[in-house]
Structures are given as C-alpha cells and as structure tokens.
C-alpha cells in the first residue's frame, strides 16, 4: 500500500521559510518520478517542482525557481520542499505526487501522477 505523508506546513510571514516534507511507504522515492503541486480552492492543482527519477535531477515551475529547492533523503525515504522568500501568492495546499517507476522523466500534470499524499497548508501573510 502506497502513503506519502505530508508535513510541515503553517502560517509564515511574507520573506520567510519553510521546509515541507513527505514521508513515503509503498514506494522508494529513489526509484519513483517524485513531484511537489500546489493548489487553492477552485483552481486545478500546479506544478511546483519534481524530480528525475535516474539523476535526481530538479525540474522548476517559474514560480519556483530561485527560491524552491526540491530534495530527498533516500535513507529516509523522504522527499522535502525547501521554500525560501515566500509570498503569498505561495499560500496554497502542498500536495507530493509521485508517478510511475518505469518513467524517467518529470512530468508536469498532475493527472500524470498516480500517488497523492493528503496536503498540507501553507499560508503565507502580507
């Protein structure tokens, strides 16, 4: 059975930081296309940032780029979203995804993905 956890959400002041993490069981986030979406109610989940599944490799929505650092801990089998700088724009549900294991590439649709974890809430105040 596949579960990714979420973590690490909250409420943060506009320029500040936060690191979400996913926990994964049932997948081993070295061998899955892994990927962070963001959504808000009413719009269809975006792409964030993901990962190559054979490189590691990290592959950034414009909105992340420059202040978004996607990485994983294979020992832990854990996937985190670092977020520097954030605005609140950034304030949304942050969702990890991870896709099929026979792609190496990163995918940026969510309907391409097969796992989800539950989200967790980021709000960022002006």
């Known amino acids: 059975q596949v579960q990714l956890v979420e973590s690490g959400g909250g409420l943060v002041q506009s320029g500040g930081s936060l690191r979400l993490s996913c926990v994964a069981s049932?997948?081993?986030?070295?061998?899955?296309?892994m990927a962070w979406f963001r959504q808000i109610p009413g719009n269809e989940r975006e792409f964030v940032v993901g990962l190559r599944r054979s490189t590691g490799r990290p592959y950034e929505s414009d909105a992340a780029k420059g202040r978004f650092t996607i990485s994983r801990d294979d020992a832990k089998n854990t996937m985190y979203l670092q977020m520097y700088s954030l605005k609140s724009d950034d304030t949304a549900v942050y969702f990890c995804a991870a896709g099929r294991p026979s792609w190496d590439v990163v995918f940026r649709k969510a309907r391409d993905y097969d796992y989800w974890g539950q989200g967790t809430q980021v709000t960022v105040s002006s």
């Open positions: 049932g997948v081993t986030v070295s061998n899955y296309p």
